[in-house]
């Protein structure tokens, strides 16, 4: 089985965000850059069928010289080889339409990417690349199984979980229950020498529609002060009459 995994370099959760050219721009200056977490559990995953069913794993990245230590990062974890698409990410339509050349012509029998990125949350690349590929899609996966070409996997959906079946080739938008967290992989020294020896090859990008634009962004609005109550009596009466909740 030949697996791609879709990488995403995304800020870490505790960076402080900024932005620039009158809040129109993301500001990188002091940002530290993480593999996107949904899509470790999806590099976890296929850790896991690489070690258990003798699977090839490779990953794909979209954005500049920039994102390769993240690159270097999976490859530690594992992954056996890496093509970072050179361009940089603008949309979840243009993204997915880079990914989707790499899938084309790698021949892959599985694609996991996150189902969606910790970034600009858009939730839409597994979805696209599926149709631009043409291969069945699964989205919000949270177990995977494979036995040759069948698939069982289960999804979340609100208010509660749906048990499917399929067949690859498939694409999986995968979130946390994948794996657990305490899966997850730290890279060890040894891994880390691997990965400077794994081919990280840069593919130039195709030429691909972009279909949203980014006009301005805004940071939440900070919290307002705070009015601590002495008593329940006091509590009630403050959310009565002052903030009118109750």
Not at 45 to 58: D, I, L, P, T
Not at 117 to 130: E, Q
Request: proline letters at 5%; hydrophobic letters at 40%.
């Amino acid at each position: 089985m030949k697996i791609l995994v879709c990488i995403s370099n995304v800020p870490d959760t505790t960076s402080k965000i900024n932005f620039t050219d009158g809040d129109t721009k993301f500001d990188t200056n002091g940002v530290q850059f993480v593999i996107n977490p949904n899509d470790e559990f999806g590099l976890t995953r296929a850790m896991w069928f690489k070690e258990k069913q003798g699977a090839s794993v490779h990953i794909a990245t979209v954005g500049g010289p920039t994102v390769e230590p993240t690159m270097r990062k999976a490859l530690a974890i594992g992954a056996d080889e890496a093509f970072r698409i050179n361009t940089e990410p603008t949309d979840g339509f243009s993204v997915a339409q880079q990914l989707a050349e790499v899938v084309k012509n790698g021949g892959y029998d599985l694609v996991i990417g996150g189902r969606e990125s910790i970034d600009y949350n858009g939730g839409m690349v597994p979805g696209i690349l599926a149709s631009l590929t043409n291969m069945n899609f699964i989205n919000s996966c949270i177990s995977l199984e494979i036995e040759g070409n069948d698939v069982t996997a289960v999804r979340e959906i609100d208010g509660g979980k749906e048990k499917l079946t399929s067949s690859l080739p498939l694409v999986v938008g995968g979130q946390k229950g994948l794996v657990e967290e305490s899966d997850l992989r730290i890279p060890n020294m040894r891994g880390i020498m691997m990965a400077r020896k794994k081919t990280l090859t840069v593919v130039e990008p195709v030429d691909a529609l972009k279909a949203t634009e980014d006009k301005k962004f805004d940071k939440p609005a900070p919290k307002g002060p705070v009015k601590l109550a002495d008593s329940v009596d006091q509590l009630v009466d403050l959310l009565h009459n002052e903030a009118k909740v109750i």
